[in-house]
């Protein structure tokens, strides 16, 4: 509860300073400097509060506190309305890899075993590379929301419900996602080209060598998947950019194809082909899959953009994204060292401790979509909000209609869905944590090695939520490098503590305190996360407040 004050804080601490509080944690929204920004956002702020103003004159208090109350559920109707389709895609994501499992297991132990193995490699790789989505999410966002604003063309949250028709690509638009997708295809095939040449020697690297039952099946898996990796990059890439639009439905419907497709594919390549590319088999369907995917993503940005409009590449563009690459990629690295850290120490206690661990991790992490979820729908929003402020500043005067929401506005309302998301969850897990389990496993003792640790699911939800939503705020402002802080900051102190959970357990005593210790590490790695993000966003606020004057005369003059 100390974290969700802490986020409600920090909402107030943006609301004073209005959009510039927001302003200066973007380094750079285009080509803007943050100075500029900061003097541009202050400038908007000032403005939409004067038109509030006009707006209650003749009234009161009262009315204002009315225009208030609608702006701020405007925005709750926004994060929403980006955050469920996006909730659907990130529970439908793993379904074609749990189907592929399932006909694996159909198959025998060991075809399970070799495209668990081969799967997880692939997954590592292509993970790697995850910054193509959110940083194509920020830069389409508020490319895309400067356009609008420039053109006088802001449509409210009433106007979207309506079913106001998508929004064409802008060339600055354009231009980034053509970027977004020459860069995913110029890592993704020589990646592909690299794990399909180099299978055998990365499957000995993890310890799976040849002549061993599970080499065969997996190099097969390997191979026919490596295709995919363009593929998988390039729906990345064009994901980003639907977000980037505060479209999630897009990608929503271009995933549940894919997921169809394999569901469909997977059962006809396992009885065509013979029994030793049956594996293989399933890698050919899951790459099919993703290629159709990719495909209607295609097809339906082709439909946003007007006719003979350029959708070409630039170097500029690129490097731009691209030199969000490295700290992105050492942020995905520590969080994924800190949760295989964790799993690791909980099965070399005992396998009892590792199973109890993996279900209690797993619902962890099912749990965390929903927060997750809802920094999707924040980076969106915040983005395109930091554009508008950039690009309205300077046509505010001209334009009668109501301003786009305001940074502060879209931080704060996220913070306060946060916190009863928080209070929802952690109480669905505790009043639920039998019925879970229950679900997950018959072995009486594994539940109850389970149930011990389950405090510390319920009661590391409000850590976990909040960390979701700083990096929404973080990602939205173009601040990777901070957003990237905030986890290795974290995984620190974890990996400490972990650093003391190797070794075997000799009792049933041992065990409980080594899961304690295990699930410690993980409540205080995302404690740790959730409030140095809080303070860098706070620093941001003040900093914003301090400039204020400043910017209100430059604005003015």
Known sequence: MLLLAASLVVAASLGRGAEAASAPLAPRIGAQPVGALALRARAVGARARVSL???????????????RTA?????????????????????IDPLATLVDTAWAGS????????????????GLCAKSFNFLLSATTSAVAAAAATASAAKGARSTASTRARGAPPLQLADDVAEIAASALALALAIGLPL??????????ILSASSIVPGSAVYAPALGYLR???PAAPCVLGTMALTGVFRGLRDTRTPLVALAASTVANVALDPLLVALLPAELKVAGLALATTLSQAIGLAILLAALGRRRPPRAPFRPTGARVLGLARSASVLTARTFCA???????????AACAPLAGAAHAIAFQIWMSASLLADALA??????????????????????????????????VVARTARLSAFLALAVGAALAVGRSVLLRALTSDAAVRASAARVWPFVVGSQPATVGAFAIDGVLFGANKFGSAAATLICAAGPALLL????????????????????????LSAFMAVRALVGVAIVLVGGRRAQALGPRAARAAGG
Do not use: K, N
């Open 53 to 67: 103003c006009a707006a209650a004159r003749g009234g009161d208090a009262p009315a204002r506190g009315v225009a």
């Open 498 to 521: 972990l650093r003391g959970a190797g070794g075997r357990c000799s009792d049933a005593a041992g065990t409980d305190a080594r899961l304690a210790l295990v699930w410690g590490a």
């Open 107 to 122: 198959l025998g132990a060991t075809e399970l075993a070799a495209l668990g193995a081969a799967a997880s490699i692939f």
């Open 376 to 409: 999707i729908a924040c980076q969106a929003l915040l983005a395109s909000a930091l554009g508008a402020a950039s690009a309205g500043a300077s046509s505010a005067a001209r334009q009668p209609s109501a301003p786009a929401p305001s940074p502060a506005l």
């Open 224 to 226: 026919f998947r490596a």
């Open 71 to 91: 702006a701020a559920r405007a925005v709750d109707a926004q994060l929403v309305a980006i955050a469920l389709p996006a909730l659907a895609g990130l529970f």
């Open 192 to 201: 592909g080209l690299a794990i399909g040449a180099c299978a055998p020697a």
């Open 336 to 346: 994924l060292l800190v949760y295989a850290r964790a799993s690791a120490a909980a």
